[in-house]
């Protein structure tokens, strides 16, 4: 390709919105433009990177069995229903109303078709195992598009979907994907870690996060500094130190004026705050329900630690929290700011009546608590479970942090930010058992097919090399995502220079090899410049100084050095440093 026919240009300066490097970097290399918030244009050289991941995304998923095919971005609102998620996925599913009667959804991922198409394709166990895979677009309505290619409204995904007879085939199948898709971060040159994480709104029985550690990531994770542990804040484990006390004091009735603060009421008390016992209220409504059909929820956590709300909601079956008002926290007969369980009617179990109530693991790790005493300006001292108040659950609840207590080998835990590379879900059944989805077993009875589903954004994938594959002047492509393998150029005045690096793009394309030309007339530094900020793993300068030598100026992108090498060594040479290491 030659640069002067190059649709797209290069530009000197990003937008004043663009905060991260990718996101600069990839608008001033002309490999995208933004048309909206979210939604970008891929110019000529970003939709070669593109298809260069997508090659190896392909290679890797038919290395495992994968079978590729194209399912529609439009869905019958049918097909939602019928899994129950056109109600539950959220503000996320774009919703389209044709003819003004007929509804649609965007798709934003592709589990509905999917289990539409096993329903009709999968007859027998001897129809199983199978993994479908496609790369398309998808749509979310993204309350905050943000980071350039990093969080999108239009993005292209890689997800695939692994279909088992049973459970054990599932656990069996599923250490092939992660090991496929460390491959693809591996082969793309990306630092990735596996962590555990939350199923959130896709479902299922467990699911891991491939995460690239990034200071302005969105994800947060624990990794443990003493073992290979690691998981995502909405799922991180940890171990709650200390004791119960061996004895226990008297309940008393302490005024606290003004205390309406863990931190106040330890304070004024005397006493750290892991001794006192924080209630936090909320309203839950179910996935599905309407917000009257909710149920008010007092939790309560040791006063160190923090709820964890995506624990707390999956705890209760799925479904959206909010803060509970002041009128409803009075209604249940609790004091807000000086609240607890203390007095008041607690349910024995979910199910039965009386107000539920959530207790984090850490309330058994401790005694002698300072709770309120749900009267404004009051608390106890030496509160005590179960001797002074019910609790109907006692489960985890609490976010993890940093110097927690690993619950692998006893290490600290440590807190990093991250962007979240790519996903695997075990489904199970979710989906399924949903549609009916069945296949006729060995002994001719009906069984549900289990799934798998395992997605990575090509987009945020090429943002993400980008951050970190750069330096100073530009992108540092690595050789198997490069839009070009070669950056060719002349520089200097003289026809006869120009002739010569005519002569080397026509050999080179003739040998095959991936090239952009800088035919352009253009002072030499513009055309280094240009070749910095694009990226390509190496540069190839004619000039009058190496056409009198017979020799062409070489520089990879990745060095400072630069290197005159005879013309009749380039192809030689060329073919024994292919890749770069």
């Known amino acids: 390709m030659r640069l002067s026919q190059l649709f797209g240009r290069t530009l000197r300066t990003a937008p004043a919105d663009a905060e991260m490097i990718s996101h600069q970097l990839l608008i001033r290399a002309a490999c995208v433009r933004p048309l909206a918030a979210g939604i970008y244009t891929f110019l000529p050289l970003g939709y070669r990177v593109l298809r260069k991941i997508e090659a190896i995304m392909i290679a890797e998923m038919e290395a495992i069995g994968g079978q590729q095919l194209w399912m529609p971005h439009l869905n019958p609102a049918a097909v939602w229903e019928a899994t129950g998620r056109w109600h539950t996925f959220g503000p996320a599913l774009m919703r389209v109303k044709a003819q003004g009667e007929r509804d649609y959804a965007l798709a934003p991922t592709h589990e509905e078709v999917v289990v539409e198409l096993a329903l009709r394709e999968v007859e027998s166990y001897r129809d199983l195992p199978k993994l479908i895979f496609h790369i398309s677009k998808k749509f979310r309505d993204e309350p905050r598009a943000r980071g350039g290619l990093i969080r999108l409204r239009e993005f292209i995904m890689k997800d695939a979907y692994s279909l088992d007879v049973d ?67 909405e799922a991180a484990l940890f171990v709650r130190d200390g004791q119960p006390p061996a004895d226990l004091e008297p309940l008393v009735k ?48 040791r006063g160190d630690l923090e709820i964890n709300e995506t624990k707390l909601s999956n705890l209760l079956g799925g479904g959206a929290l909010r803060p509970a008002t002041d009128p409803e926290i009075d209604a249940v007969g609790a004091a807000p700011g000086y609240a607890s369980a203390i007095g008041l009617t607690v ?90 989805a069945t296949y006729l077993a060995e002994d001719g009875r009906p069984q549900p097919i289990f799934m798998g589903s395992y997605g990575i954004g090509l987009d945020r994938l090429m943002a993400i090399i980008v951050e970190q594959h750069h330096d100073a002047d530009g992108i540092v492509w690595p050789a198997a995502v490069a839009p070009y393998q070669i950056h060719l150029m002349h520089v200097g005045k003289g026809a006869e220079v120009r002739a010569a690096a005519d002569d080397l793009y026509d050999q080179l394309r003739d040998q095959h090899w991936e090239l952009l030309y ?7 530094g513009v055309k280094f410049k240009d070749a910095d900020l694009i990226g390509i793993p190496l540069r190839l300068a004619v000039g009058a100084r190496g056409l009198a030598e017979n020799s062409v100026e070489l520089k990879w992108r990745r060095q400072a050095d630069r290197t005159m090498i005879p013309k009749t060594d380039l192809e030689l040479y060329l073919r024994t440093h292919w890749p770069p290491a």
Request: proline share 5%.
């Open 167 to 233: 459970e054990a085939a599932l656990d069996a199948f599923y250490p092939q994907m992660v090991q496929a898709y460390l491959n693809i971060f591996a082969r793309c040159q990306i630092d990735i870690t596996p962590v555990e994480a939350d199923v959130g709104a896709m479902g299922g029985t467990s699911s891991h996060e491939f995460v690239a550690p990034h200071p302005q990531g969105e994800d947060l994770f624990m990794a443990c500094q003493g073992c290979d542990y690691a998981a995502n804040v």
């Open 254 to 301: 302490v005024a606290t004026p003004d205390c309406k603060t863990i931190a106040a009421v330890a304070d004024f008390v005397g006493v750290p705050t892991r001794q006192t016992l924080k209630a936090v209220f909320y309203w839950f409504t179910p996935a599905g329900a309407a917000e009257a059909d909710g149920r008010f929820v007092f939790t309560l956590i």
């Open 347 to 436: 349910a024995a179990a979910p199910d039965q009546p009386g107000l539920l109530v959530v207790a984090d693991e850490s309330l058994t790790t401790g005694g002698n608590y300072v709770v309120g005493a749900n009267e404004t300006g009051f608390h106890y001292s030496g509160a005590n479970y179960p001797r002074d108040f019910a609790v109907t659950l006692i489960k985890d609840i609490a976010q993890a942090d940093s110097d927690h207590s690993c619950v692998a080998c006893g290490g600290r835990l440590l807190a990093q930010r991250a962007i979240e590379a790519g996903h695997c879900f075990k489904l199970g059944t979710r989906y399924s058992l949903a549609v009916g």
């Open 518 to 524: 800088d035919d352009r007339e253009a002072s030499a």
